[in-house]
């Protein structure tokens, strides 16, 4: 049976999307069977991320909708068999989207897959309750700036209130993945520290990707950073995080450079 993950945030623009794509891309490289989900009815960027924009025949709607089986929407990526992706529609609204139909779906994933990764809309509207209901586990993306963090801080609350877990009495786990982290300018006070984000959302770190060209370059070729240069620094941030994730200790390491060189190890360790 598959664990269900949400990669959600308040604020869009923090890299969800990214990170879906390059966390789905590190489990896989690890043996792990995933699928990505895209939750971003109307607003599909999964896809062109991962490179299969032209291959997307039919998508979540139709089989929410019973309009196509699973099997049919489901894209195996060409460069790692364990992977595949369920795109969104462009052309439906998130109005399509309907609880019963979602329960059905991910109910499906589950039995076919070891991690099934959701990619939630950015906000608290339909789409976004729907991509974490079903999650066993959240990552929380936000960047190191005041309103991103007070968004992620809403959709905690939210994460702790209206998923099936919560309704249960259930402990929703969730981990923190701090994205475009320039430790010079957080010095400079141009951004938020670590621990100062750390001391407002109060939930465990799951990694720290560095402010980067490789992610954006890795996006503009259609391949998850994780595939693409598997070298660069975020690329190791994320299969680090992927790694935690699993349940491996992992020494968790600050970005202290520009271009992605780890400096000081931060003792924080991910629950």
Not at 6 to 23: D, P
Not at 214 to 233: E, I, M, Q, Y
Request: charged fraction near 30%; charge should be neutral.
């Amino acid at each position: 049976m598959a664990k269900v993950l949400v990669v959600t945030s308040g604020k869009g623009g923090v890299g969800k999307t990214t990170s879906t794509a390059a966390l789905g891309a590190a489990l896989a490289q690890t043996g792990q069977n995933v699928v990505v989900v895209d939750f971003d009815v109307g607003l599909r960027n999964l896809d062109l991320v991962m490179g299969a924009e032209r291959r997307v025949v039919y998508d979540l709607i139709n089989v929410v909708q019973g309009d196509a089986k699973l099997a049919q929407a489901l894209i195996r990526d060409k460069r790692c068999d364990t992977l595949s992706l369920l795109p969104a529609s462009q052309t439906r609204d998130k109005d399509n989207l309907t609880a019963e139909g979602v329960a059905r779906v991910m109910d499906e994933l589950r039995e076919r897959f070891d991690w099934v990764i959701c990619d939630s809309p950015a906000g608290i509207e339909r789409g976004a309750t729907l991509a974490m209901r079903h999650a066993d586990v959240a990552v929380v993306v936000t960047n190191p700036e005041v309103s991103s963090v007070r968004d992620s801080d809403r959709i905690i609350g939210i994460l702790d209130s209206k998923t099936e877990r919560a309704e249960r009495g259930e402990r929703m786990e969730k981990h923190l993945l701090l994205t475009r982290y320039d430790a010079v300018r957080a010095e400079r006070g141009d951004m938020l520290k670590v621990d100062d984000v750390l001391e407002i959302l109060s939930i465990p770190l799951l990694g720290i990707i560095p402010e980067s060209p490789d992610v954006l370059r890795a996006s503009n070729l259609g391949a998850p950073v994780t595939l693409s240069d598997a070298n660069s620094a975020p690329a190791r941030a994320y299969m680090d995080a992927a790694r935690r994730l699993k349940g491996e200790s992992v020494a968790m390491s600050v970005p202290s450079e520009p271009k992605g060189f780890f400096g000081k190890l931060f003792g924080r360790r991910a629950a």
